[in-house]
């Protein structure tokens, strides 16, 4: 039996760069969306940036190890066996918990996770326990106080977050405006001596407390902290007065941007506070994990006893953690940083719902989200009536965004401005190193979104055009937030019971936990696959030069894959083939997400061109309509084939599969001498193209007369019915909308060439 414990504590430690890897992967948005949404650095220096804040924090954090040991339950009154019971079952719960929410992409709390799921295990031994020896009750075992101690703060959290992020930002705002250029030159550096001083005294100073470090002792006898405490006025105000010279100095003589330097120096400070506050979440448990097997071990040699008679009274005290073990973890933690697509994704959610402009949303609309913004907007107008006028208007004046600077050289846009990039920074890493220094677990991802939704409300950036779909946003992460903590626990309690029967069974769940990650990673790929623009279906660089040659690619990479499916769908269903057609459904589900793309960004696509190219804008727009038309035709054929085939009704017969075959032969021919004609730029044959067209739809208008004869003579079924004759309705929409694409593209082309 201890060659199992040894085992285990193996597994421990291999689940804790498991989770490692996934919890970084979720967690890496906290401090890396503020400084890649203002394109504050190229995305190197970030990454570099980043990396040493976390590798130093890591070091920090020992001080916050104690909530995995005792900080939700008793552990003098459990087993060494239930001790272990409870870590792997946390383990196993938390890599799966986590790596399902980085595939979609969700922000979650790695703190929320740790806390329910080492609540859910212990309640089930607890439970179990109680059962089977009596004499003390649930509430006895878990360390009731703390545990709501700890859920009580992380919940406040969210709500001062969000109101500090939103005052702090529209005061900032207010100060500053949109027009930093002017602004920045005069309070900039103030501004981020303020700024720099806040990093290093709610970081450096209170972030230190509590690490082993803080204890160390000077000359005269006192610790560091006593230092600190003594000194604290002086501390902060020196920094205050060298920051600002410092910042005011590398402006005058190095014109460096004082914005990008607090903004690096806060993501450096948010990271540090990351990896100071957050690291117990990934290693916390195996190292107690470790410590349990360290105390069992020892007075297993002196004594005997054995790992179900031992209960773990040395846990009540500190327990060190190995540096060594820190810096390993943040060596982990930086490379995955590196590395990982995942934290790719999350971080793109956040910045979806924090960007300043408008355009495709990824959420959509709810009655709650719509309820708010209709509440929102009536009480703005009631203080539009209580506000002066001429106060209204000088506030309005504050938060007016310039016009950007019309320039033919290509640069990133940026999500949001350096000034609210600062302001997400210092506001969360201090929220957070206030909370590390009163041991208080705090949900780094639950601070540094709510504060980053409060920036962006006070900017403005949930405007009327956008307000709907980023609340609806925010809910569903928050939403995501109370699921988590349900699942987790939930997850974890279930284990428990289950590993409670045979601790062998660890290692079939484990087999369990592999197998959810193998298929997580592949629907991870085939999400990062779909949302990954096609440059033949949507790019954003179009421009007056290149807008006609754009849209030709467009349509004909459109109309190649169109006429491909559309084969493919009456081949399918022809032979009954459920396989080809669920791949189907897969493609034409992309190819309508990208045409969706695409015509969610043509306004920002219009504006790029010239003033006076209103000729190439109607043309440009017409094209992305019938772009759009063409797909739902597709759609509409392809989802009601594969439902037909999945609920297994007969396919066509073969007077139905002649008759479908030969229209499908014709469009296939129509449609690729179509794409020769726009690729040649040559539209003397397009009267061919149009009789063609006009015999296809008699081909079409005999088929469905052909079908009506089937139906009054009951050769055929309803479904079969149903299928068919919307088969051949959207047939003909396809054909129409592929003629009235190649005359407008005629056109567009005629138009461009005499503007040449």
Same mark, same amino acid.
């Given at each position: 039996?201890?060659?199992?414990?040894?085992?285990?504590?193996? $597994?421990?430690?291999?689940?804790?760069?498991?989770?490692?890897?996934?919890?970084?992967?979720?967690?890496?948005?906290?401090?890396?969306?503020?400084?890649?949404?203002?394109?504050?650095?190229?995305?190197?220096? @970030?990454?570099? *940036?980043?990396?040493?804040?976390?590798?130093?924090?890591?070091?920090?954090?020992?001080?916050?190890m104690e909530v995995a040991r005792n900080g939700i339950f008793h552990p003098e009154y459990f087993f060494f066996s239930e001790i272990i019971?409870?870590?792997?079952?946390?383990?196993?719960?938390?890599?799966? /918990?986590?790596?399902?929410?980085? #595939?979609?992409?969700?922000?979650?709390?790695?703190? *929320?996770?740790?806390v329910f799921e080492l609540l859910g295990a212990a309640v089930a031994v607890s439970i179990l326990k109680a059962n089977a020896h009596g004499?003390?009750?649930?509430?006895?075992?878990?360390?009731?106080?703390?545990?709501?101690?700890?859920?009580?703060?992380?919940?406040?959290?969210?709500?001062?977050?969000?109101?500090?992020?939103?005052?702090?930002?529209?005061?900032?705002?207010?100060?500053?405006?949109?027009?930093?250029?002017?602004?920045? +030159?005069?309070?900039?550096?103030?501004?981020?001596?303020?700024?720099?001083?806040?990093?290093?005294?709610?970081? $450096?100073?209170?972030?230190?407390?509590? &690490?082993?470090?803080?204890?160390?002792?000077?000359?005269?006898?006192?610790?560091?902290?006593?230092?600190?405490?003594?000194?604290?006025?002086?501390? @902060?105000?020196?920094?205050?007065?060298?920051?600002?010279?410092?910042?005011?100095? %590398?402006?005058?003589?190095?014109?460096?941007?004082? /914005?990008?330097?607090?903004?690096?120096?806060?993501?450096?400070?948010?990271?540090?506070?990351?990896?100071?506050?957050?690291?117990?979440?990934?290693?916390?448990?195996?190292?107690?994990?470790y410590s349990a097997y360290t105390i069992w071990a020892t007075e297993h040699l002196a004594s005997g006893v054995a790992a179900d008679n031992?209960?773990?009274?040395?846990?009540?005290?500190?327990?060190? #953690?190995?540096? /060594?073990?820190?810096?390993?973890?943040?060596?982990?933690?930086?490379?995955?940083?590196?590395?990982?697509?995942?934290?790719?994704?999350?971080?793109?959610?956040?910045?979806?719902?924090?960007?300043?402009?408008?355009?495709?949303?990824?959420?959509?609309?709810?009655?709650?989200?719509?309820?708010?913004?209709?509440? =929102?907007?009536?009480?703005?107008?009631?203080?539009?009536?209580?506000?002066?006028?001429?106060?209204?208007?000088?506030?309005?004046?504050?938060?007016?965004?310039?016009?950007?600077?019309?320039?033919?050289?290509?640069?990133?846009?940026?999500?949001?401005?350096?000034?609210?990039?600062?302001?997400?920074?210092?506001?969360?890493?201090?929220?957070?190193?206030?909370? &590390?220094? $009163? +041991?208080?677990?705090?949900?780094?991802?639950?601070?540094?979104?709510?504060?980053?939704?409060?920036?962006?409300?006070?900017?403005?950036?949930?405007?009327?055009?956008?307000?709907?779909?980023?609340? &609806?946003?925010? !809910?569903?992460?928050?939403?995501?937030?109370?699921?988590?903590?349900?699942?987790?626990?939930?997850?974890?309690?279930?284990?428990?019971?289950?590993?409670?029967?045979?601790?062998?069974?660890?290692?079939?769940?484990?087999?369990?936990?592999?197998?959810? !990650?193998?298929?997580?990673?592949?629907?991870?790929?085939?999400?990062?696959?779909?949302?990954?623009?096609?440059?033949?279906?949507?790019?954003?660089?179009?421009?007056?030069?290149?807008?006609?040659?754009?849209?030709?690619?467009?349509? @004909?990479?459109? %109309?190649?894959?169109?006429?491909? /499916?559309?084969?493919? &769908?009456?081949?399918?269903?022809?032979?009954?083939?459920?396989?080809?057609?669920?791949?189907?459904?897969?493609?034409?589900?992309?190819?309508?997400?990208?045409?969706?793309?695409?015509?969610? +960004?043509?306004?920002?696509?219009?504006?790029?061109?010239?003033?006076?190219?209103?000729?190439?804008?109607?043309?440009?727009?017409?094209?992305?309509?019938?772009?759009?038309?063409?797909?739902?035709?597709?759609?509409? !054929?392809?989802?009601?084939?594969?439902?037909?085939?999945?609920?297994?009704?007969?396919?066509?017969?073969?007077?139905?599969?002649?008759?479908?075959?030969?229209?499908?032969?014709?469009?296939?021919?129509?449609?690729?001498?179509?794409?020769? @004609?726009?690729?040649?730029?040559?539209?003397?044959? !397009?009267?061919?193209?149009?009789?063609?067209?006009?015999?296809? $739809?008699?081909?079409?208008?005999?088929?469905?007369?052909?079908?009506? +004869?089937?139906?009054?003579?009951?050769?055929?079924?309803?479904?079969?019915?149903?299928?068919?004759?919307?088969?051949?309705?959207?047939?003909?929409?396809?054909?129409?909308?592929?003629?009235?694409?190649?005359? =407008?593209?005629?056109?567009?082309?005629?138009?461009?060439?005499?503007?040449?």
């Amino acid at each position: 039996m201890e060659i199992l414990y040894v085992v285990l504590i193996g $597994l421990l430690f291999i689940l804790a760069i498991s989770d490692l890897i996934v919890g970084v992967g979720n967690d890496a948005v906290n401090f890396l969306v503020s400084a890649i949404g203002s394109k504050s650095a190229p995305f190197w220096v @970030i990454m570099i *940036v980043a990396s040493s804040g976390v590798l130093i924090g890591a070091v920090f954090s020992s001080g916050m190890m104690e909530v995995a040991r005792n900080g939700i339950f008793h552990p003098e009154y459990f087993f060494f066996s239930e001790i272990i019971l409870i870590y792997i079952v946390v383990m196993l719960t938390d890599v799966v /918990l986590l790596d399902i929410f980085n #595939t979609f992409g969700m922000p979650t709390s790695t703190t *929320v996770s740790l806390v329910f799921e080492l609540l859910g295990a212990a309640v089930a031994v607890s439970i179990l326990k109680a059962n089977a020896h009596g004499g003390m009750s649930l509430g006895e075992y878990i360390n009731t106080a703390k545990a709501l101690g700890i859920i009580t703060g992380i919940l406040v959290s969210v709500a001062i977050s969000f109101t500090v992020g939103t005052f702090i930002q529209y005061l900032t705002r207010m100060l500053f405006t949109f027009r930093t250029e002017v602004t920045i +030159k005069r309070y900039g550096a103030i501004w981020g001596g303020i700024a720099i001083t806040s990093i290093f005294y709610f970081l $450096l100073l209170k972030g230190f407390k509590g &690490t082993p470090f803080a204890e160390y002792k000077l000359a005269d006898g006192k610790t560091y902290m006593d230092w600190v405490n003594e000194h604290i006025s002086a501390i @902060i105000l020196f920094s205050f007065i060298i920051g600002t010279i410092i910042l005011q100095v %590398l402006n005058w003589a190095f014109k460096a941007n004082i /914005l990008k330097i607090v903004v690096l120096a806060g993501t450096f400070a948010l990271a540090m506070a990351f990896a100071g506050n957050d690291l117990v979440n990934f290693i916390g448990v195996p190292l107690a994990g470790y410590s349990a097997y360290t105390i069992w071990a020892t007075e297993h040699l002196a004594s005997g006893v054995a790992a179900d008679n031992f209960l773990m009274t040395g846990f009540q005290g500190k327990v060190g #953690t190995p540096v /060594l073990f820190l810096i390993l973890s943040g060596i982990i933690m930086v490379l995955t940083l590196w590395f990982s697509k995942k934290s790719r994704s999350v971080t793109k959610t956040s910045l979806e719902l924090s960007r300043q402009d408008e355009g495709s949303e990824r959420f959509g609309s709810s009655a709650l989200s719509r309820s708010i913004v209709r509440g =929102s907007i009536i009480l703005s107008n009631s203080f539009k009536y209580i506000v002066p006028n001429a106060i209204n208007a000088r506030i309005a004046k504050r938060f007016e965004i310039p016009k950007p600077a019309q320039t033919t050289v290509k640069t990133e846009i940026a999500e949001f401005d350096l000034i609210r990039a600062s302001v997400n920074l210092v506001v969360s890493s201090a929220l957070i190193a206030m909370g &590390t220094s $009163l +041991k208080l677990p705090l949900s780094t991802t639950y601070v540094t979104f709510m504060v980053a939704m409060g920036t962006s409300l006070a900017d403005g950036a949930w405007g009327r055009e956008s307000a709907v779909y980023r609340i &609806t946003g925010v !809910i569903s992460v928050i939403g995501g937030w109370f699921f988590t903590a349900f699942v987790a626990f939930t997850i974890a309690f279930i284990f428990a019971f289950i590993i409670n029967l045979s601790l062998y069974l660890v290692f079939v769940i484990l087999g369990i936990t592999l197998f959810i !990650i193998y298929k997580s990673k592949q629907l991870h790929e085939k999400r990062e696959e779909l949302s990954t623009p096609s440059t033949a279906i949507e790019d954003l660089e179009i421009s007056d030069t290149n807008v006609f040659a754009k849209s030709t690619d467009k349509i @004909i990479y459109t %109309l190649q894959t169109v006429i491909k /499916l559309y084969c493919n &769908t009456i081949k399918g269903v022809a032979t009954e083939n459920l396989r080809n057609l669920k791949n189907d459904i897969s493609d034409v589900k992309e190819l309508n997400f990208k045409t969706k793309r695409l015509k969610d +960004k043509l306004a920002k696509n219009i504006v790029k061109l010239k003033d006076n190219s209103i000729e190439n804008g109607h043309f440009y727009v017409q094209a992305v309509d019938y772009l759009r038309e063409i797909v739902h035709s597709i759609n509409y !054929i392809v989802e009601p084939a594969y439902e037909h085939i999945a609920n297994n009704h007969k396919g066509f017969s073969e007077e139905q599969v002649a008759e479908i075959t030969f229209i499908k032969d014709n469009i296939l021919n129509m449609t690729n001498r179509i794409i020769q @004609i726009m690729k040649d730029d040559e539209y003397s044959t !397009i009267e061919e193209i149009i009789q063609q067209q006009a015999e296809i $739809l008699e081909f079409v208008k005999k088929a469905r007369k052909a079908q009506i +004869k089937r139906i009054k003579s009951n050769v055929v079924g309803t479904r079969n019915s149903i299928l068919y004759l919307n088969m051949l309705a959207e047939t003909k929409n396809l054909v129409l909308y592929t003629i009235n694409l190649l005359k =407008s593209q005629r056109d567009f082309s005629s138009s461009f060439k005499n503007k040449k």
